[in-house]
């Protein structure tokens, strides 16, 4: 795992073996953050990281100067290294062991760019909750993006807040904006109606 830009470029970082994650790609991260380039300057700007697994996003993000960084991930052992990585390079990143619906449906912040690289196993509605959940509480700036990371075989332009997509390899990348629409409705409630807890 390679920082690709910023104040720690070309720095490599290895989370230990075991960890329940399937990082982001070299490529597919220099690809997303070239994207990112075109609508951003990155200093100061408030992140938030969902299923963070590795940290490999946040770090990225801290690296070229995002401040404050929350990253939030179920599994113990993500959440350790993400804060040990953290403390070794003196990052602004709160590394929070919660799933990521409870974390959602609790948060009161807002944030300019929300990333989120769920597991691709994850069924339809499941992606869809996640989008909808985040645009429900409010979480994005008015002028800030939410980038989910999913795989081909779930569709995520039927979405409201659907901007564009991106695709590198095997994965692609869907960008919401808080001033797109999309005029296909989607039954909220039978999304929202399974409950997620820890």
């Not at 970082?13 to 991260?29: A, C, E, N, Q, Y």
């Not at 938030?48 to 940290?55: N, V």
């Not at 390079?89 to 760019?113: G, H, P």
């Not at 909750?129 to 995520?156: C, P, R, W």
């Amino acid at each position: 795992m390679r920082i690709i830009s910023g104040k720690y470029k070309g720095r490599r970082i290895f989370p230990p073996k075991g960890l329940p994650v399937r990082p982001t790609t070299d490529m597919s991260k220099e690809a997303l953050f070239n994207v990112l380039n075109n609508h951003f300057s990155f200093e100061g700007l408030k992140i938030l990281d969902l299923f963070a697994g590795t940290g490999n996003i946040s770090f990225e993000f801290a690296s070229r100067g995002s401040t404050p960084i929350t990253s939030v991930d179920a599994d113990f052992g993500c959440v350790k290294f993400i804060k040990q990585v953290a403390a070794e390079y003196d990052f602004n990143i709160a590394a929070t062991k919660s799933d990521v619906f409870t974390f959602l449906e609790r948060n009161k912040a807002t944030y300019d760019i929300i990333f989120a690289d769920p597991p691709y196993a994850l069924d339809q509605k499941t992606f869809d909750k996640i989008v909808l959940l985040v645009f429900e509480k409010n979480a994005l700036q008015e002028d800030g993006m939410m980038i989910i990371e999913h795989s081909k075989y779930t569709k995520l332009d039927h979405l409201i807040h659907f901007s564009f997509k991106k695709t590198y390899g095997g994965s692609i990348f869907s960008f919401f904006e808080m001033g797109k629409t999309n005029d296909e409705e989607i039954d909220e409630e039978d999304l929202f109606s399974e409950s997620e807890e820890e």
